[in-house]
């Protein structure tokens, strides 16, 4: 049939996005299917899925529309959002993201598709910028240890309080002080945490923090109203009776004033917004956290440290417990996994681009705007709450409304939570013009001042806005990499060498298992940077923020739809998040049946790690269930564990397929049983990539899932974050979803507690799934997974005869992702599963999971986007690896001198001029002759972990130590 005779829809159809986002094409999916013996992708559907809990009748989100389609529908809902000139502040602020950062870190998918640095070898760029944001957090913060990022603000004050209750000496208190001048969302998110780990929490003003018996304090600094005092006492004075004290702060502030550390705080943390990150309405953003060296086994999230390569080179990795919440499970410090990378990255880069002095003009700029303005309303007669400020003022005002309505029609939000006053928060953005706006707001025309005569006048009054036992003396970003990178010539050339060293999804496949390394369009992203999403404050009134909530809103209907609930909140903004607010929903739904004693929780052992450690912080109790030989969760261990618990289960958590990769067929009896024992069903919807379209977890029987959007709904991985975790619940669990203390959310419980800072979590990457789904459409979206489970079972069938696919289902059919099993060949040969991720690097391929869920294995996810030509070259490689390996196991090969154990190789090893390997090397850097076509060069050796961990150090190293003799 040639194509004049098809009709104008057949050949629009022929333009789908849908074809962009699957990797095969027909005549591939054709050949693969021939390949692992299934007649059709429907064929394989029945071969793979149970024919209990496929969907009996298709899922309704409308049809596929081209790029050009939804890109133009999506403009339009972005219209109705209305952008005024934002001075609310509460942690939010509007900022200039430098361009250069803009276009090459958050629009470049060799920053966006990398994946979380667990192969450090191929990150060392992300690793780099993000010891640069450890960097910043500890010059700025005054403390000795930074992390690397929190999900926001009021998390990682919720973290701060776990930690103090971990390390504090007054082990018998279980009372943790928040000052009444913290932000009210923090406080909201402190005190939903609080109230599950069975803490009591008490308010009150900041000086009274030692009056208390307390484990732990939270104090604001600069306080949300703004004012700037001195906390050196008050810090004393908990400490002296043994609390932990946290102060949350604002980083640009902390540019002119001492710091946390110098005040002696325990804690420090906030948010890095700002520092060049859009507001958009809420997130995604980096929170940073530091503290004291002698916490740092406490710390929560990851580290990154710095420890040498088998060089002797500085090489960068993650450190200690990074790993923890898959290895300690309920024993983690906090359930963190993926965090906020990309935004840590992107303020990392702020500050070496601006540097000290840069930041320091800023800072200035910001606080004399905020003298000016102060100065005009004072002399006006009108009355302030403090008399200390950076870039914040609260203003008394008789009328309130009248004030926020005039502000309104000049195109102004203030801040209008406050009793009898408003807010007014400057920030780098901010203008003479808008001072003169803002002036107009509150004096009206019936005054004569101009910015240039108030500036004069302030200036020789000078500022006492500022304490000056408060003003900072210490040096900030004193670090080479702070001083160096200030043209943009040298800023995009920096920015570039970190990203080279770096493979991302842009360079080869990533078959992350559990992680759904799929497309990230490009049409997916580009609204990502529209202004309309990216400077809306998440307070502003809801009526500015019309096209947000459509698009919300009509996203979560589609979730919805495709899961099988009833309800949905978009607050939880990780997997991790979302898996606390199910659990709190489990548990608040439990309480209000009278049933609050229901706090055990049973997870299979092949759980991922985060599972049981937001167990623990909801205070539940983990009974491990066991899985058969065949990875399914063991049925009568199930039975057992349920009867023996009885009255007590709360929930079961359960991943569906399983981690093992595989359909249980009992999945609705595991279900039945725990339902019939009186506990709800969480399923993890990590996995959600082999369900959408096909089977949903509300139609096979479970409660509340939480969707990873940063995995099946094409949100990037950002090298380690952002994510969005939305969860779905079944009616019954709705009246328990997370509200929130400064934004009502109609859809949400009337009087719960909020689980993240912002009411939408991090709202602005919704339009990445909202066009995904708009894009691929019912079908679109049914045949992704279809080709997903193709693609598994091509690569599993492929390495037939070569490597032991450990779990398969019925029919011998794995699901969307295969374990593939290497310790008999580590028996045999002594190569390890590190020997062989580390050499499929110098093969210029990422290695897929290492060692979850079963130790000793690889599990591969090559999603519906890689096409069958790139699959070809994977499976190949590994093919290729397993001859290397029999080389090894058969003496050929020395058992220490061979490509296997010294991989990866590095320029400065085919360089060498003592290579003195009993291989060549073309043998070590081309292995195969493709690899030649787009050679990818790990940047360092293989990374000492012990080394690392021995001689912690999560600062800047001197540059020096990078020179090559
Ligand atoms: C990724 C993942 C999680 C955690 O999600 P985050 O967004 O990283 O917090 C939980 N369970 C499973 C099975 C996962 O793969």
């Excluded at 209750?165 to 923090?186: E, G, W």
């Excluded at 607050?571 to 489990?586: D, F, K, R, T």
Aim: glycine residues 8%; hydrophobic residues 40%.
């Amino acid at each position: 049939m040639s194509n004049s005779s098809l009709t104008l829809a057949q050949l629009e159809q022929k333009n789908a996005f849908v074809r962009r986002h699957i990797g095969p094409g027909e005549d591939e999916i054709q050949a693969m299917l021939d390949a692992i013996g299934a007649s059709s992708l429907d064929d394989l559907m029945e071969q793979t899925v149970p024919s209990g809990i496929q969907l009996d009748k298709p899922i309704e989100v409308g049809e596929g529309a081209t790029e050009v389609e939804a890109l133009a529908a999506l403009k339009k809902v972005a219209g109705k959002n209305k952008i005024n000139r934002s001075f609310i502040g509460m942690g939010y602020y509007d900022t200039h993201v430098p361009n250069v950062i803009l276009r090459n870190v958050l629009e470049n998918p060799g920053w966006y598709t990398a994946y979380t640095p667990y192969q450090p070898e191929i990150a060392q760029g992300r690793l780099q910028a993000i010891l640069n944001f450890q960097q910043v957090t500890i010059d700025l913060t005054g403390l000795e240890l930074a992390s690397a990022s929190l999900l926001d603000e009021g998390t990682a004050a919720a973290e701060a309080m776990s930690l103090a209750k971990r390390v504090s000496k007054n082990k018998k208190s279980n009372l943790f002080f928040i000052a009444n001048d913290v932000h009210p969302q923090t406080r909201d998110v402190v005190e939903t945490r609080a109230e599950m780990f069975g803490f009591e929490v008490v308010t009150g003003s900041a000086e009274d923090a030692a009056e208390h018996d307390v484990f732990g304090a939270l104090l604001q600094y600069p306080s949300t109203t703004g004012e700037v005092k001195d906390l050196t006492d008050v810090i004393a004075a908990v400490k002296a009776k043994k609390g932990v004290v946290a102060v949350a702060a604002d980083l640009m502030s902390l540019v002119m004033l001492k710091s946390p550390g110098e005040l002696g705080a325990d804690v420090a943390l906030g948010s890095a917004q700002r520092f060049g990150v859009p507001m958009g309405y809420g997130g995604p953003h980096a929170a940073f956290f530091a503290t004291r060296d002698e916490y740092k086994r406490s710390l929560p999230g990851r580290i990154i440290g710095v420890s040498k390569d088998t060089r002797g080179r500085p090489a960068l990795r993650m450190a200690l417990q990074t790993r923890e919440q898959h290895i300690r499970r309920e024993k983690a410090n906090s359930n963190i996994c993926t965090a906020q990378v990309l935004l840590a990255n992107m303020a990392s880069f702020y500050a070496v681009y601006h540097g000290p002095e840069g930041l320091k003009t800023i800072a200035q700029r910001i606080h004399r705007l905020t003298d000016i303005l102060a100065k005009a309303l004072t002399t006006k007669g009108m009355a302030l709450r403090h008399s200390t400020w950076f870039d914040t003022i609260t203003v008394e005002v008789k009328d309130k409304e009248a004030v926020l309505q005039k502000a309104y029609e000049a195109g102004v939000n203030l801040r209008a939570d406050l009793d009898g006053a408003v807010g007014v928060a400057l920030d780098e953005t901010t203008t003479r013009n808008d001072i003169d706006t803002l002036l107009s707001v509150f004096l009206g025309d019936d005054h004569d001042f101009t910015v240039d005569k108030l500036d004069a006048e302030v200036t020789t009054q000078g500022s006492k806005s500022i304490p000056q036992e408060l003003v900072r003396t210490s040096d900030i970003l004193t670090h080479e990499v702070f001083n160096q990178y200030h043209s943009e010539t040298e800023m995009l050339r920096y920015i570039k060498s970190l990203e080279d060293k770096d493979l991302a999804l842009n360079h080869s496949m990533i078959s992350l298992g559990s992680c759904t390394m799929k497309l990230n369009a490009t049409a997916e992203m580009i609204p990502v940077t529209w202004p309309e999403f990216g400077q809306l404050h998440p307070f502003a009134p809801l009526d500015q923020a019309g096209g947000y909530q459509e698009m919300i809103s009509e996203l979560s209907e589609w979730l919805i739809n495709i899961t099988g609930y009833d309800a949905l909140s978009m607050q939880p903004n990780s997997g991790a998040q979302g898996e606390y607010a199910g659990l709190l929903a489990i548990q608040n739904y439990h309480e209000s049946r009278g049933e609050g004693h229901r706090n055990v929780c049973l997870i299979p052992s092949s759980a991922h790690g985060t599972n049981p450690a937001s167990a623990q912080m909801v205070s539940m109790k983990v009974v491990v269930v066991a899985c058969d030989k065949n990875g399914n969760v063991d049925l009568n261990d199930l039975r057992a564990k349920a009867e023996q618990v009885g009255d007590n289960l709360s929930c079961a958590m359960i991943t569906y397929p399983s981690t093992h990769g595989v359909y249980e067929e009992t999945i609705r009896e595991i279900c039945d049983i725990v339902h019939d024992h009186g506990g709800q069903v969480y399923m993890d919807g990590a996995n959600m990539n082999a369900q959408v379209g096909v089977t949903a977890p509300g139609f096979i029987g479970s409660d509340v899932s939480h969707l990873n959007l940063h995995k099946t709904f094409c949100i990037p991985h950002g090298g380690g974050g952002p994510g969005m975790g939305p969860i779905g619940v079944k009616s019954h669990l709705a009246p328990f979803l997370p509200n929130h203390t400064v934004v009502n959310i109609e859809t949400a419980g009337k009087d719960c507690g909020a689980v993240s800072a912002a009411p939408w979590g991090s709202a602005s990457i919704l339009p990445i799934s909202y066009m995904y789904i708009k894009m691929m459409g019912s079908e679109g979206l049914r045949k992704a997974t279809q080709v997903a489970i193709l693609n598994a079972n091509y690569v599993a069938k492929s390495l037939e005869g070569h490597y032991n696919v450990l779990y398969k289902g019925r029919n011998g059919r794995v699901a969307h992702e295969c374990i593939v099993d290497l310790r008999p060949l580590k028996e045999a040969s002594g190569v390890s599963e590190v020997d062989i991720a580390k050499r499929l690097n110098d093969y210029g391929f990422h290695a897929p999971t290492m060692s979850f869920p079963v130790a000793g294995t690889l599990m591969i996810e090559p999603t519906e986007s890689e096409a069958k030509y790139e699959l070809d070259r994977f499976i190949n490689a590994l093919i290729s690896i397993r001859k290397e390996i029999a080389k090894v196991e058969s003496g050929e090969w020395d058992a220490t001198d061979n490509p296997l154990h010294n991989a990866p190789h590095t320029l400065a090893d085919i360089c060498d001029n003592d290579w003195n390997r009993s291989y060549d090397r073309t043998l070590a850097a081309y292995p195969v002759p493709e690899v030649a076509r787009n050679k990818f060069w790990p940047s360092v050796n293989r990374i000492d972990d012990v080394f690392g961990d021995r001689n912690l150090m999560c600062s800047c190293p001197a540059i020096e130590s990078y020179v090559e003799e």
